[in-house]
């Protein structure tokens, strides 16, 4: 695992070990930021169940001016710590340790430019977070949410949160879904 691209340009990353992280693939995450290159420098950045922080580095690494990084598993903090230390990118990085859920409501911006959410697959977590976010005044209509999710998900329920999934990015066994407030939507499939 490693940095793609940008100014950490080639550095590795390292992971947390066990079956309880399972970091973005190399060539899933160049597609991603293949797809959003043009949104994210200058960007707000969160990294929600960050697991080793790679796609949030990602996000630093292509011009974000901060990165929210979110985890619960002490394990996954000090390998997001270690890896924003060796890619230096301590001051432009927000290390939450905690739930997702109350981590929310610990980020302070205005504005939070792209939210990219990577849930254990088949897991509450993944609604639950999607419905605290339509809560949350820092996602704005602007706001892109990516979720990285199983290919079978089913994102039906965002309609009535008053989002709208406007991509999807299918992989061999995942895929990423973009969301946005509902009044932004038109839909492509990939």
């Known amino acids: 695992m490693r940095v793609i691209a ?20 190399d060539r899933i995450k160049e597609t991603l930021f293949n797809i959003i ?3 994210v420098p200058g960007c707000v950045f969160a990294d929600l169940c960050a697991g080793s922080g790679g796609i949030g580095i990602e996000a630093l690494s292509r011009g974000a001016v901060r990165a929210y990084f979110v ?7 000090k390998c997001i710590q270690e890896n924003i230390h060796k890619t230096k990118f301590e001051d432009r990085s927000v290390v939450l ?3 997702v859920l109350s ?5 302070h911006e205005k504005k939070v430019d792209i939210v990219f959410l990577d849930p254990p697959y088949a897991s509450p977590v993944q609604r639950r977070t ?5 809560r949350m005044p820092w996602v704005t ?15 039906g329920y965002t309609e009535e949160l008053g989002f709208a999934v406007t991509r999807e990015k299918r992989y061999k066994t995942q895929k ?7 009044d932004q939507s038109s839909f492509r499939e990939e």
Do not use: Y
């Open 71 to 77: 985890e619960n598993s002490q394990s996954a903090v």
């Open 97 to 99: 340790k905690q739930d």
């Open 6 to 25: 940008g100014t950490a340009r080639r550095l590795p990353l390292v992971a947390p070990e066990g079956l309880d992280c399972r970091p973005t693939q």
């Open 103 to 107: 981590a929310l409501r610990a980020i």
């Open 141 to 155: 209509e602007d706001t892109m949410i990516i979720v990285e999710a199983a290919l079978e998900t089913d994102f």
């Open 130 to 134: 999607l419905e605290e976010l339509s």
């Open 176 to 182: 990423h879904v973009f969301i946005r407030r509902a």
């Open 37 to 39: 290159q043009m949104d």
